[in-house]
């Protein structure tokens, strides 16, 4: 288990409403992923955060609200530890900005400082974030209906289970994918899209994997990235991506992304989110 013990994470918060960028908390990459190199990846992707809490202060002292969403790169130094975000982010409460356009720059300045990366931020009213993100559920097919009997818990690769003799492109998905905080263990609910081209794979062995996820301590975008592993590994697909849709905690819900190729993720919003 990765020591975590250095972050705000299970302690006791002292809320601050006036501006504070030192709030954040960045986690390298490749400490998360235990290893010392995390700039050769086998993947690109991205993790896309969406705010449901933010508010500042206009010129007359009148609170403005917005949706806020950011993009990060796989490739940055760091993530940034959640509790410190959204703390973050509380901090923008009670402070005067000239404009949207400001906090803008600023969450774009302090986020991509902390990450070691350009980070990209979007700020939405409601009625446009409303027009813009629809609830939608991608094409796919749906496994969780099917009947499998479950009895194991914790990740295990051997249960991805492919036909070599037949090449297929679908997209599966299932709504089952829990995961728990590796500080708090607190319990993390996703829906999990598995897009691929290559041998086929057995939708049943597909679905125990993702529930074999169910006491696994880790952090969202790690979770992904051995979901994505695993299925390289044991199904050498030509074309894969795993998109996560973890619902939100604390207003702030995260979205990992990694693919074969590097192209923009989708971006939707859940039934649950």
């Not at 986020?111 to 027009?131: F, H, K, P, Q």
């Amino acid at each position: 288990m990765v020591d975590y013990s250095e972050t705000g994470l299970g302690k006791s918060t002292i809320y601050a409403s006036d501006y504070d960028p030192a709030l954040l908390q960045p986690i390298t990459r490749s400490k998360a992923r235990q290893q010392e190199n995390s700039r050769e990846l086998p993947f690109f992707g991205y993790d896309i955060w969406t705010a449901f809490e933010v508010s500042w202060l206009n010129t007359h002292g009148l609170p403005q609200v917005a949706i806020g969403e950011f993009t990060f790169p796989c490739t940055s130094r760091a993530i940034i530890e959640s509790k410190s975000f959204k703390l973050y982010l509380n901090s923008f409460l009670q402070t005067v900005f000239q404009s949207k356009r400001e906090v803008t720059n600023t969450l774009v300045t302090d986020l991509s400082s902390s990450c070691g990366s350009t980070v990209d931020v979007a700020l939405y009213e409601l009625a446009e974030y409303s027009a813009l993100r629809s609830i939608s559920e991608p094409k796919g097919v749906c496994l969780d209906e099917r009947q499998v009997k479950i009895d194991t818990y914790h990740p295990d690769k051997t249960l991805l289970i492919c036909d070599s003799k037949r090449i297929a492109t679908e997209m599966f998905y299932s709504h089952l994918l829990k995961t728990n905080c590796p500080v708090t263990d607190q319990p993390d609910w996703a829906s999990v899209y598995i897009n691929y081209t290559g041998p086929a794979i057995d939708p049943d062995g597909l679905l125990k994997y993702i529930v074999s996820y169910r006491e696994h301590q880790d952090f969202h975008e790690q979770c992904v990235e051995q979901i994505f592993a695993d299925i390289i590994l044991r199904c050498q697909p030509s074309v894969l991506s795993v998109n996560a849709r973890y619902m939100r905690r604390g207003g702030l819900d995260i979205n990992p992304f990694r693919s074969t190729s590097d192209t923009v993720p989708p971006n939707f919003r859940h039934v649950r989110q």
